[in-house]
């Protein structure tokens, strides 16, 4: 891990600040006591024990700083710590001791998000929400203690805090989540912080000379919305025009460089965001699709399924901007506290700009390959006919990395599209979920499947025609994903922006890690994550299918499904220290 060369990013930390059974803390156990490991992962991140919440790339390692309860699995006000792990190639990671505990009067009741910042001369700063003893939330800094420790193991917070005092158009409960600092023209640091403004749910911008006095931006919020309730985790990062995939450093602007806008929302647990330009003169946000409006949730879509509190950083190391984001439980309360722990992190994923200028694309960074250990395949060409189905075997179904190919022969039994489902793609996927018969689709894979199908995951495309042209809708179906009681099995999914008249084929990648399954449809145009609790994957093996329930044929000429190996992963050790363990690759 030593060798990588010294980089600067930024990562946030974004805190659910409410809780919701849509979206709530999960199910295992803790690697140093009892309960289950069913559902732990095997190489998504998560600590060893506890609830957990979202990453810095400093002096050759990876940082990940993330909301961390050392004391239960559910999300508690008052003991909120950052937890902190390092790595050397954002696969396998190692525990440190927490970087920020609640312990000073500006937040005795809880270290929540933030993010860290590279100043001039390579030393990182921290800024982030504390819960003061008045119980208002203020921005805080911190800086290492040693910035020459690659580990960064401590952190000093100055007497001056808070940097960033409530405001007094805020209510003390709505002002929080400092973003990642850039710095404009002028020379000056912005950081953008959300917030309440007399109703209005906003993202302030703030400046500063020295990271230490800071102050509000006279003009007009950076966003602002009166319908779309209290936004958090705000992210603004450049990108580059024309479909180039490469990375910027968050201060990057000029010709050939637009904006992305990111906003995590309260009222529907989602995460959002709008491309456009960035003025740091008047520090303005102009969209490239005003027509989506002010309101955050009609903006697109960073994930269609089961995630939140989205944060990226540049990766100056490989020249790419890196994507994580939270990925919380849908099982009980009670589950938790049974097993041990709840929430883990989506796999890192490499993102950028779409040639269409409006889009990101999003697809896990290739230090998964590392991971993998044996690779099976279909026959090129493989025709699935009508209610076709056939197994992937050889590789281990609950622990895989699989991607295919689909060929449409013809596209002239879609289906005709009823214009009100463009407006809830989410429930159209439940009423034409992967057991409806379609014309074109439903065709996809079925993953974690028991040998008897009782239980399963499917994710699958279904092509619609309206006004003579051909809608792609991409769906994770959670129905039939459990028979376990009080667990939420919603189906997710959503409209792609992808022309499938034009291409004639689309691919569909998913990793599957037990109780996570991501899917990346149409190189990556739309991603969408689920938690699944399968409870045959407690005593017995789970099974791979690829399928087509469509009237007419579909062709698989591509599929690679590659068997995992186990990432090195956080663990507390029997005496209490802080250790790395290995997973164990035969516990479920």
């Known amino acids: 891990m030593a060798g990588l060369p010294l980089a600067a990013v930024a990562f946030q930390l974004c805190l659910l600040a409410s809780s919701s059974s849509a979206l709530r803390p999960a199910t295992t156990a803790s690697e140093s006591g009892g309960g289950s490991r069913a559902g732990r992962t095997a190489y998504h991140f998560q600590p060893a024990k506890d609830w957990q919440n979202g990453p810095m790339y400093y002096n050759g390692m990876y940082h990940f700083f993330y909301q961390y309860n050392p004391h239960g699995a559910l999300w508690d006000i008052g003991n909120l710590s950052w937890g902190h792990s390092v790595s050397g190639d954002l696969v396998n990671w190692a525990a440190l001791h927490t970087a920020l505990d609640p312990t000073s009067p500006f937040d005795a009741n809880g270290c929540w998000s933030g993010s860290a910042t590279i100043l001039p001369g390579g030393t990182p700063a921290i800024l982030y929400t504390g819960i003061d003893a008045n119980g208002e939330q203020v921005q805080n800094v911190a800086f290492p203690r040693n910035p020459a420790d690659p580990l960064l193991r401590e952190w000093d917070k100055p007497s001056r805090n808070p940097v960033i005092p409530l405001p007094a158009d805020v209510p003390g409960d709505k002002f929080r989540d400092p973003s990642t600092a850039w710095l404009g023209h002028d020379g000056l640091w912005r950081v953008a912080v959300s917030a309440e403004v007399r109703g209005v749910a906003s993202t302030l911008v703030y400046r500063s000379a020295d990271f230490l006095r800071w102050e509000r931006a006279t003009t007009a919020p950076l966003h602002a919305s009166r319908a779309a309730g209290m936004v958090e985790c705000p992210d ?177 039994g879609a289906e005709a599209l009823d214009p009100n489902w463009l407006l809830d793609p989410q429930k159209l996927c439940g009423e034409k979920g992967a057991s409806v018969p379609g014309g074109v689709g439903p065709f996809g894979l079925v993953v974690m499947a028991s040998g008897d199908l009782r239980e399963h995951t499917a994710v699958f495309f279904r092509v619609f025609r309206h006004h003579g042209r051909y809608r792609l809708l991409m769906c994770t179906d959670l129905t039939r994903s459990t028979t376990r009681a009080g667990v939420y099995k919603p189906p997710y999914g959503g409209f792609v922006d992808f022309d499938i008249d034009e291409h004639e084929s689309i691919n569909l990648r998913t990793l599957i890690d037990h109780s996570v399954v991501e899917s990346f449809g149409a190189e990556g145009r739309m991603c969408i994550t689920a938690r699944v609790y399968p409870e045959h994957a407690e005593t017995s093996n789970s099974h791979l299918f690829v399928f087509n329930n469509g009237t007419g044929t579909v062709e698989v000429s591509k599929l690679e499904a590659w068997e995992l190996a186990a990432a090195t992963v956080n663990a507390v050790g029997d005496d209490g220290l802080v250790v790395s363990q290995s997973k164990d690759e035969s516990q479920p």
């Open 236 to 412: 603004l990062f450049p990108v580059l025009e024309r479909g180039d995939n490469a990375g910027l450093d968050a201060s990057a602007s000029g010709d050939g460089v637009r904006h992305v806008l990111k906003l995590s929302v309260m009222d529907t647990l989602q995460d959002y965001y709008m491309v456009g330009r960035y003025d740091d003169a008047a520090d303005a946000f102009v969209p490239a699709e005003p027509e989506r409006g002010d309101d955050v949730r009609a903006w697109r879509r960073l994930d269609y399924g089961h995630v939140y509190a989205s944060k990226t950083f540049f990766d100056e190391r490989h020249g790419r901007r890196v994507l994580w984001a939270w990925a919380n439980e849908s099982d009980s309360q009670a589950d938790d506290v049974a097993k041990g722990w709840s929430g883990v992190q989506t796999f890192p994923r490499k993102l950028w700009l779409d040639e269409d200028g409006k889009q990101l694309r999003q697809w896990p960074v290739e230090e998964i390959e590392t991971l993998r250990r044996k690779l099976v395949g279909l026959r090129r060409g493989t025709v699935l006919s009508a209610g076709g189905m056939n197994e992937i075997v050889g590789v281990a179904g609950s622990q895989a990395d699989v991607e295919v190919e689909f060929k449409v022969p013809s596209l002239a």
